[in-house]
């Protein structure tokens, strides 16, 4: 794999079904979509191979709805977005550990945490950083790292909240 490789992704379904005009209105004009890694998926930062384990739901990155004509949530900013939300909601990522003498069976791979504890803007940098590798929009990055570090405090609070258990990849 190499950083060119996009996640597989599915999309999943907006509830709509069951629910009143208005609510049906409401879901259609505030809801995003959110799509579930479907299998393992691998990204090189700072020679260090990260993977999003299969089974991740994140919601691409969170541009207002208004802008969304200009600016897709799942467009030039899905790959930053990905690995920003996981780190939003886990504060670690899991990287391949070359170095480890007792690999998961059948997988050939051990699993170590990397960045673990490193904070909300350590998670914002690592989304301009790897928007400006992948995209190569150091403007359109700079903007949206300026977002994440001026408005990024509420999610990363209400993720700091929960208690998600570990997502370990398989």
Known sequence: MNNQDMPVLRPLPIKTNGKSTFNRIWAWVTEVRSWEVMENWQYTINEETIVIPKGFVFDGASIPRPLWGILSPTGLLLVPG?????????????????????????????????????????????????????????????????????????????????????????
Do not use: C
């Open 82 to 170: 990905l690995i920003h939300d996981f780190g939003y909601r886990y504060d670690y990522l899991w990287a391949i550990d070359h170095d480890a003498t007792d690999h998961n069976a059948g997988a050939g791979k051990s699993y170590k945490k990397i960045h673990d504890k490193a904070g909300q803007a350590h998670w914002d940098q690592i989304f301009y950083s790897v928007g400006t590798e992948v995209n190569g929009m150091t403007t359109l990055n700079f903007l949206a790292w300026l977002a994440l570090a001026t408005m990024g405090r509420f999610s990363w609070d209400k993720h700091r909240n929960k208690n998600y258990g570990d997502v370990v990849p398989e």
